[in-house]
């Protein structure tokens, strides 16, 4: 091979694994690939990957009467979050980015906490940042927009409380920290030629195993896609409600735009069309598919607590995984917290603040049931035009940064 194309190949490989690619590109992609696993058999979420792999440690201990989970392998998000974390820990290695970052303790709790902050109100509210709010808004679900304006408040005051933090409790979150494994400049050559290696066998071995399962097959394959473009774009959720109280940057709220816009068409294609179905019955199964019983008060109170958790944590239900899998064990610590919790508040918590609520405060809100689906989608672009021209303006002014 000659040095041209050594050079043509090296720069390839340094457009996508040299530096970290454009939100908004990342927001187009995930949002593709959202849809391809609506197409496949349901929306992307994030609580349910936790709420499975924490069932099965339960069920594994014989704890809480939990028997006849699916295990991980078998389980569509249980699967789908193992291969995003397994992506995440590739795509760090590809861009020699991969280091075990070992924070202060009292970093390592505000972890643990925000990850069962997080699983208390993803289970109170039905959703998380990825199932609740991005392919909640891409399904027309009206508790969705509640739900983000839970996330809203829950950040604002969990900022409010860092600040105070940082002000009263200075030993809080100072300490000593270590990092090991990182790459040294222009060295680590072992992180991509491992990174590449982990790729290829991932590959292989959950094509051959679920040869005979093209659900499972699809989900293990679209789940290492979204780990790799997570980690190489750092795309994040949390960001882009923290963000314009803090540095007012417009990035991240801009990415996740992105993506709300392009899930929005296509998931409103899929179910105006009826794709997939033969009978109204069906087409109407699939048009609620994602409407979740949590109009108004029951998305408001579980978004504040979820949003209270992804800010103490620094990532919320998928940006915990894609963290962990680049080596931040204070979201180790939070996923942790997430999937031990989860189990419980579902089994424990849930049942009797269901029962609490009134019945008006749960209910399932589709929104082309009220304004047609081409005015439901209009009215999700609408939120989305007025979020961009607040952040953009909060970009130039910076009247709401930094609390």
């Given at each position: 091979m000659g040095n041209d194309e050594k050079g043509a190949w090296r720069q390839l490989w340094n457009t996508f694994f040299g530096k970290t690619w454009p939100m908004w590109a990342a927001g187009i992609l995930l949002a593709l690939l959202n849809v391809c696993l609506f197409l496949v058999k349901s929306p992307w979420g994030g609580s349910g990957t936790y709420i499975n792999w924490g069932e099965n440690i339960y069920s594994g201990l014989k704890l809480f009467g939990l028997s006849g989970i699916k295990p991980v392998l078998s389980h569509t998000y249980g699967l789908l979050g193992l291969l995003t974390l397994l992506g995440a820990f590739a795509g760090a290695l590809l861009g020699r980015e991969f280091a075990l970052r070992i924070p202060p303790p009292g970093e390592m709790f505000k972890g643990l906490l925000g990850g069962i902050l997080m699983a208390l109100g993803a289970t109170l509210g039905i959703g998380c940042t990825i199932g609740g709010f991005l392919s909640g808004w891409a399904a027309l679900s009206g508790g969705a927009i509640i739900l983000a304006l839970g996330f809203v408040i829950g950040t604002y005051i969990a900022l409010r409380y860092l600040l105070?933090?940082?002000?009263?409790?200075?030993?809080?979150s100072t300490g000593k920290s270590y990092t090991w494994l990182a790459a040294k400049a222009g060295g680590g050559v072992w992180q991509p030629i491992l990174g590449v290696m982990l790729t290829v066998f991932l590959l292989v071995l959950f094509g051959r195993r679920f040869q005979n399962d093209?659900?499972?097959?699809?989900?293990?394959?679209?789940?290492?896609?979204?780990?790799?473009?997570?980690?190489?774009?750092?795309?994040?959720?949390?960001?882009?409600?923290?963000?314009?109280?803090?540095?007012?940057?417009?990035?991240?709220?801009?990415?996740?735009?992105?993506?709300?816009?392009?899930?929005?068409?296509?998931?409103?294609?899929?179910?105006y069309m009826g794709v997939g179905t033969s009978t109204p019955g069906a087409a109407r199964v699939l048009a609620m598919t994602w409407v979740y019983p949590h109009f108004w008060l029951r998305a408001l109170i579980g978004g504040t607590i979820f949003g209270l958790g992804m800010t103490v944590a620094g990532g919320c239900a998928i940006g915990t995984i894609w963290r962990a899998g680049e080596g931040q064990v204070k979201l180790w610590f939070s996923a942790l917290g997430f999937m031990l919790f989860a189990p419980i508040s579902k089994k424990f918590i849930v049942p009797g603040f269901a029962h609490i609520l009134p019945e008006w405060a749960q209910q399932k809100m589709f929104l082309p049931d009220w304004f047609g689906y081409w005015g439901a989608m209009l009215l999700f672009f609408v939120l989305i035009v007025l979020w961009y021209v607040f952040v953009k303006w909060n970009e130039r002014t910076g009247r709401f940064s930094a609390v």
């Open positions: 105070w933090e940082m002000e009263n409790l200075p030993r809080m093209n659900v499972l097959a699809m989900f293990a394959i679209i789940g290492l896609l979204i780990g790799i473009i997570l980690q190489r774009s750092r795309f994040c959720i949390v960001r882009a409600f923290r963000e314009p109280f803090m540095t007012g940057e417009s990035e991240a709220p801009l990415g996740v735009m992105v993506a709300l816009a392009v899930g929005i068409f296509g998931f409103t294609v899929i179910k």
